[in-house]
């Protein structure tokens, strides 16, 4: 059971919600979605004789490994992420456009408490 799984190169969705789910799956591989699936699956295994007990705890020893692993780059990623967008709707154009509306605001709201004191 020492064979380490085929490696993909990770895809590159457009949205966020694409990546999260992309991340996500490359956390949990073919393993199941949580550790109590993971150990059943494992029992399963060990039961129909197609891995000893010793093999199983290795199997679940790496899958938690490399879940913890994966579960650091994904916050790193999330955070990049989250950071590129703020800084886009800061310092960028949209972030430029975005001020030009919020002094517009400020203006319309400084006119209409001008009309309502008339």
């Known amino acids: ?3 380490k799984p085929l490696e993909r190169p990770l895809e590159k969705p457009s949205d966020l919600p694409s990546r999260l789910k992309e991340m996500w799956g490359r956390t949990v591989g073919n393993y199941a979605t949580d550790e109590r699936g993971t150990q059943s699956l494992l029992d399963r295994l060990v039961e129909f004789g197609h891995l000893t007990a010793d093999e199983a705890k290795k199997v679940l020893g790496d899958a938690r490994a490399r879940i913890e692993e994966n579960k650091g780059e994904l916050d790193k ?3 990049a992420s989250i950071k590129a967008t703020f800084e886009r709707f800061t310092d960028g154009k949209e972030g430029r456009e975005l001020k030009k509306l919020e002094e517009r605001l400020n203006e319309l709201e400084a006119k209409v ?6």
């Open 77 to 79: 990623r999330v955070d």
């Open 113 to 118: 408490k001008e009309l309502d004191a008339r």
């Open 1 to 3: 059971m020492s064979e």
